[in-house]
């Protein structure tokens, strides 16, 4: 299809694209065209967008701020030209001078030597009052140039301002619309692109886009006046021999066009590598007690370095084509002075033009040379902006078949809410050849109940989201209020709409913010009624910050049932017509399970109910059951006629008589006096108690003990040793060295011209061969550029592997070192997954900014201004120091520069912003549910304000910085030249020595300028290094790579709990365990129950070692596990967890990552599958054990089979089951618990369950209560004693 992508235009105030404009057109339109099914994923390096599409979002001030960054831009570059008017008199003044005082101002002596051919009386008139005026006239030239750096400063500051802040509003404009697209686009979308790969490609590529429309435009629009000035200047002095040069600038050109073409496929090759290992990054560091427990992070770190040394091969051969580009751009320069050398000289010679006309035309050539080189350097931006844009605009103009934002389709006025499939059949985009749903029909009339249930995997939750409208039905309608899904507006459809699903997401913020989602203005009151009747209040209450609580990252920091509860009660403050529970309950235990399941029943009253679930308890009490079984409708009955029939999937009720047990109260248990609050935790309180509803999802920074990581923001570049990470680049040191002579010569190129350029000048002073030595020096200066060709080429190739070796290294190590930190570290705000996704991928980069390609541009540089140096002693002590006392103020940009940057980039605030588009993007099924698009749009709006202020600040002081540097350079050829006027007025000096000098200045000035603009990256890079060798040397107080601890030869597998104590490091005061004390012989199986948030995933996690224990020992066999290797440790446990993380990966390499101490043959991962009770599921896949389940479109149940797959392919001496058989249904619990009973022979085994059926063979349960063992028996001698357990079983089973 063909979409229209908008230009320019837009309102004039700062926030130009805001959240009220979300679907308003804007501006003038070109047509583009861009497929429905754009996507990322495709080749980046297609070429639908042009460099000017980056400009698409100016308002009025913007336009502004072009014309007046274009016109101040150009101007600063035609004043170089402008310069040469002046210097070519004051040349020929020299010239004339240097001439007369060969013979020392004596007629007879002149006309002897033939260089004077006029009367005596002439010479009197003519040269002597010439001679005179010399030094007059040489001052006021002089005083031109301190003009002309004047203007040159002002011009500076005002072009990078205007260009640095065009590119933080556009910059922000595109981020918002970017964020704004993804937000907008369908699920089918986000199947097929994995939220890392968008997170990366937000955080990445939206910098490349700032960098080339800010500053670095400005200057090669200075660099394109300069151009244009210096061919101007030149036909206006000698026309002859500037169209020489000009049949030498076309190849300039080509060469120009071909590297820019080059640099575009190159860095979209680049960026989608970058974006696989960013993927990877962040869905690891995601599921990072999964790696941890199974001891994967060597693979998972060979799989981010390969991804990595696709992106390595492209830098290197993107570093040679650099280097071949510039060093024939090079040869070409030093081509064009040869040539002007070669004619210009025959032109003075046959008096055609004076020396003066000559050097201005030279001059042009040489500036010519240099601005075509800014051009060059500053088009690796510009081409990098273009590639990212690319990537980015595919987003923002990929047009979603389903927009939650569109305010098309109907709203029913006062509609009733029945929901209605007519012969639905559906396939996800994904797996278009696995048909989920075939034909189903069923219909719910308004405020019925119905209940979904099936086997794992038949459509159950598909069904879903079909209602949601996150996919389209492929044949059929789905019916909602008696209108077609497809003809109602998104928005109001999930509206009407409250969701539960089985796998609760909570936002890395507060529990009060979590509970917000539900609804945007539910008061404080209507937020404890819902915790109240969701039985989560009584936990919340105990917490020390109550609602203000953080509840971690995807709600790490609370149990499975404690989230689930808080989703609950989410759903229940949404009030919603159409209520959808998928396994609502499923990760409570049985008290809570009734209590909830009692509240919901209250909140289904006169709404339309679905739900799915596998416990007959909760669906006892519904109008209709829908049985599915392979896609299809198989029964539709009720709850007594289900229990009746053979069709039923789910087991017989079970019966209370089983259990001998009657009707008891249940006991109260007491609870324990809370511990008094840290100091840390109270500053913590006050930092939380401000919940505003416009920050819903930004994290709370912890001022506790435990955000150590914290200070890496903080460190000061002082400490940075840089050195350190420069000894990491030791294997390409013999790179390096090769790299830094060729630096050296490719650096001394210049200097030596500026040799060349005097002796020239010499030669017209005399009256012998002039033409042969002006041709010999033409020649030696084509051998010149000859020299700079190779030196260049091998520079950047040396370089640019060095620094992607480096960068790859360093990435790579950090991401290492970051798999090897304890739990804890994760817990830390401060360390969520984005900050650290950002830090790898921006760390690495910034410190490859001043090492690499730029660090043989500082050799080079400083070969330049060495030799510079020397040529000034050689030629003229006095102008050599002079030289010495200008250089500090050359150098003291960049220290500003640096200053500058180094404040800017502490600030760190883009953080925020990639947090939250984090956590949306990879929950964006959660924010869809609840219409949280414009709200959360809104936050990210909000986040992006203090980063553009401090931009918009920072980019206004450098521009004065950039000024400085820039108009520096005139005023100090300005000074040499005074002082040379005044030295060869009254001394011995020549002018020739002047001339030298001055260009060797010239030269060595730029060289430094060159050095200080790249500051700000070394800057940078000094922070970013800081944080690398922070995270490097962090010895982690768990840490999985050592070495040290025990490794016995032989593990029972006997587990004990010594009066175990324990707190959780990010809330240090809240006791979870209490003198706990369990013991588990080997090849028993023991079983902890209890209520949610009572501790039994907390016992699972201090066997694994994720945490230490405050007080007590964990012993295995006997020994305390803090005395056993890590490794060693987790080797011998398998663990299975509540909510399984897969990593985007096929099935095969899933289970594989369960064993990783020897090699999984295809019979060992069948037998772990058959025993999963998943082989079946695999093999009716068109892929097979080759499907990749990255995506998600896999029900909880068929994931928690594979990842038990994934526990048994493992063959641990212990194995921990946390709610493993939760999410599946009861056909598949008893064939999988038959399997892990089987699994369990031999090994040690540890099950946290609730359903009673899942530990009632257990040869030990432990009922927790309170973070301490309230009894310890059989399951007989519990319900003997009528305790806590016998009230566990009676509420399950009443």
């Known amino acids: 299809m063909v979409r229209s992508t908008k230009v320019m235009g837009g309102p004039t105030n700062i926030a130009t694209v805001s959240s009220k404009e979300l679907s ?14 754009t996507s990322p994923s495709k080749d980046d390096s297609e070429n639908v967008y042009s460099y000017f599409s980056l400009y698409r979002y100016m308002g009025c001030l913007d336009y502004l701020l072009v014309v007046a960054g274009t016109v101040f831009g150009l101007a600063c570059g035609a004043a170089a030209p402008l310069l040469f008017f002046f210097f070519g008199d004051l040349v020929t003044e020299f010239t004339d001078f240097g001439v007369y005082k060969s013979c020392s101002f004596n007629y007879q002596l002149c006309t002897t030597r033939g260089l004077v051919n006029i009367s005596e009386l002439e010479w009197n008139r003519v040269v002597l009052t010439a001679v005179r005026r010399f030094e007059d006239d040489s001052i006021a030239t002089v005083i031109k140039f301190v003009y002309v750096g004047i203007a040159v400063f002002v011009c500076a500051s005002v072009f990078v301002a205007c260009w640095s802040t065009l590119s933080v509003r556009q910059a922000r404009n595109i981020r918002l619309k970017c964020f704004h697209a993804l937000l907008q686009q369908d699920m089918a979308f986000h199947d097929k692109n994995t939220a890392g790969e968008l997170n990366a490609q937000l955080a990445e590529d939206i910098p490349k886009i700032q960098d080339g429309l800010g500053d670095k435009v400005g200057i090669t629009l200075q ?39 080059v640099n575009t496929m190159f860095d979209g090759k680049e960026a989608k590598a970058y974006a696989k290992a960013g993927s990877l990054a962040e869905e690891t560091l995601h599921s990072i007690r999964t790696v941890l427990a199974y001891g994967c992070q060597d693979k998972i770190v060979d799989r981010f370095g390969k991804n990595l040394d696709s992106a390595k091969q492209v830098g290197i051969k993107k570093g040679l084509v650099l280097g071949l580009s510039i060093g024939i751009s090079r040869c070409l320069v030093y081509a064009m002075y040869a040539a002007s050398f070669w004619y210009g000289s025959v032109l003075v010679v046959d008096k055609e033009i004076r020396v003066g006309d000559f050097v201005t035309s030279l001059s042009c050539v040489i500036f010519f040379s240099f601005a075509f080189g800014g051009v060059m350097k500053n088009w690796e931006y510009l081409s990098g902006a273009k590639s990212a844009g690319n990537r980015i605009f595919k987003i923002i103009d990929r047009k979603s078949k389903i927009d939650v934002f569109s305010t098309e389709g109907i ?34 009339e308004e405020g019925q109940q119905i209940a979904i249930i099936g086997g794992s995997g038949c459509g159950k939750s598909t069904a879903m989201r079909l209602i949601q409208r996150f996919y389209d039905a492929k044949e059929g309608e789905v019916l909602v209020a008696g209108h077609d899904v497809k003809t109602l507006n998104v928005n109001w459809l999930r509206d009407m709409i409250g969701v539960v699903d089985q796998e609760p997401v909570l936002f890395n913020t507060t529990i009060a913010e979590n509970i917000r989602w539900g609804r945007e203005n539910v008061t404080n009151d209507e937020m404890v009624q819902a915790c109240k009747l969701a039985n989560a209040y009584d936990f919340i209450k105990v917490l020390p910050e109550k609602f203000n609580t953080l509840v971690g990252e995807s709600g790490a920091q609370l149990s499975g049932g404690q989230k689930q509860r808080i989703a609950i009660a989410r759903a229940i403050v949404r009030k ?13 235990d049985t008290y809570n399970e009734a209590v909830v399941q009692s509240a919901l029943n209250n909140a289904m009253k006169g709404r339309t109910t679905i739900m799915v679930a596998h416990r007959l308890s909760t669906i006892k009490d519904t109008d209709k059951i829908i049985t599915l079984k392979g896609g299809s409708v198989a029964q539709v009955c009720t709850y007594d006629e289900l229990d009746k029939s053979e069709m039923g999937a789910y087991e017989k009720k079970p019966k209370p008589k089983d259990f001998k047990i009657v009707a008891k109260p249940k006991p109260k248990f007491t609870q324990r006096k809370r511990t008094k609050r840290r100091t840390t935790m109270r500053k913590l309180t006050r930092s939380l108690t401000s919940l505003n509803k416009t920050s819903d999802l930004e994290s709370n920074a912890s001022d506790d003990e435990g955000s150590e990581s914290g200070e890496d923001v ?4 002082e400490d940075a040793p840089m050195m350190r990470l420069i000894k990491m680049n030791k294997p390409e040191w013999p790179y390096m060295a090769v790299g830094c002579v060729s630096a050296l010569f490719a650096g001394a190129g210049d200097p030596v011209l500026a040799l060349l350029f005097g002796r020239v000048l010499t030669v017209f002073t005399s009256s012998n061969d002039q033409l042969y030595w002006s041709r010999l020096y033409a020649i030696l200066m084509f051998v010149l550029g000859v020299i700079t060709f190779v030196s260049y080429t091998i520079k950047s190739s040396t370089f640019g592997k060095s620094g992607m070796e480096l960068t790859v290294r360093l990435r790579t190590s950090s991401f290492r070192a970051m798999l090897g930190q304890e739990v804890a570290y994760f817990d830390d705000p401060v360390n969520s997954t984005s900050n650290l996704c950002n830090r790898l991928s921006s760390d690495a980069a910034k410190v490859q900014g001043a090492t690499g390609e730029r660090l043989g541009l500082l050799f080079q540089n400083f070969s330049a201004l060495g030799i510079a140096i020397i040529i000034s002693f050689v030629y003229s002590w006095q102008m050599a120091l002079m030289l010495f006392g200008l250089i500090p103020f050359l150098i003291v940009s960049g220290f500003i520069d640096m200053m500058l940057q180094t404040g800017a980039t502490k600030q760190n605030d883009f ?59 005139q005023f100090s050829v300005a000074a040499i030249f005074r002082l040379g006027i005044y030295l060869v007025a009254y001394d011995d000096l020549t002018f020739e020595s002047v001339f030298v000098v001055l260009l060797a200045v010239t030269f060595g000035a730029i060289a430094a300028g060159q050095n200080a603009i790249y500051a700000p990256d070394y ?43 324990f707190y959780y490091p990010t809330r240090p005061d809240v006791e979870v365990l209490k003198k706990c004390s369990i013991k588990v012989a080997c090849g028993q199986t023991l079983a902890l129950v209890g209520k949610s948030g009572c501790g039994k995933s907390t016992v ?11 007080g007590g020992k964990v012993l295995l066999d006997g020994v305390d596990i803090k005395l056993l290797n890590v490794e060693w440790l987790r080797g011998q446990i398998g663990l299975v967890s509540q909510e399984p993380s897969l990593f985007n990966q096929t099935i095969k390499e899933n289970i594989t990552f369960g064993q990783t101490t020897r090699p999984v043959s295809d019979d060992d991962i069948k037998k772990a599958a058959e025993m999963a009770h998943i082989e079946e599921f695999i093999d009716s896949l068109a892929e097979k054990y080759n499907t990749n389940v990255g995506g998600k479109q896999l029900s909880a149940g068929q994931k928690q089979r594979i990842a038990i797959a994934r526990a048994l392919v493992r063959e641990p001496r212990v194995l921990l089951l946390d709610e493993a058989t939760s999410a599946l249904d009861n056909e598949s619990e008893k064939i999988v618990q038959k399997a892990l009973d089987k699994a369990r022979d031999g090994r040690t085994c540890i099950v946290v369950a609730h359903r009673l059926s899942t530990v009632r063979n257990a040869d030990l349960i432990a009922v927790i209560d309170k973070g301490a063992v309230a009894e310890l028996g059989t399951h007989e001698e519990l319900l003997e004693k009528e305790g806590a357990y016998y009230s566990l079983v009676n509420a399950q089973l009443s």
Do not use: H
């Not at 308003?24 to 099914?37: A, H, N, R, T």
């Not at 029945?418 to 069923?442: A, C, G, M, Q, W």
């Not at 912003?913 to 959660?926: D, F, P, T, Y």
């Open 714 to 717: 903080m460190i000061l570049p």
């Open 576 to 588: 919603p017509s159409i209520l959808l529970l998928d396994e609502a309950t499923s990760a409570l």
């Open 911 to 969: 953080e925020k912003a990639g947090e939250l588009s984090s956590q949306s993007i990879n929950n964006i099924r959660l924010v869809a549910s609840f219409t949280k698009e414009k709200e959360i749009y809104r936050s990210y709006e909000k986040a992006l304000e203090k980063p553009m202020r401090n931009s918009l600040k920072f980019g206004f002081i450098t521009s004065l910085s950039y000024g400085y540097s820039q108009s520096i350079v």
């Open 411 to 444: 709203r029913p006025q006062d509609p009733k809410f029945t929901v209605e499939f007519k012969n639905v059949s559906f396939s996800y985009p994904s797996r278009p050849d696995t048909e989920i749903l075939k034909d189903v029909t069923f219909q719910v």
């Open 1100 to 1110: 699972i996690q201090l066997i694994e070692r994720f945490y230490d224990v405050a």
């Open 223 to 261: 660099n394109i006046g300069m151009l244009i000035g210096c061919i101007v200047v030149a036909f206006l002095k000698t026309w002859k021999v500037t169209l020489v040069n000009l049949a030498i600038a076309p190849f300039l050109g080509i060469v120009s066009s071909i590297v820019f073409q």
């Open 24 to 37: 308003k057109p804007e501006g003038l339109q070109i047509p583009v065209e861009i497929s429905d099914d």
């Open 1019 to 1061: 800057a940078a890079a000094k922070l970013s290094a800081a944080r690398i060798i922070k995270l490097l040397d962090r010895v982690p107080t768990i840490n999985p790579y050592s070495d040290d601890g025990l490794k016995p030869a032989n593990c029972s597998g006997e587990i004990q709990l010594e009066l175990v104590e």
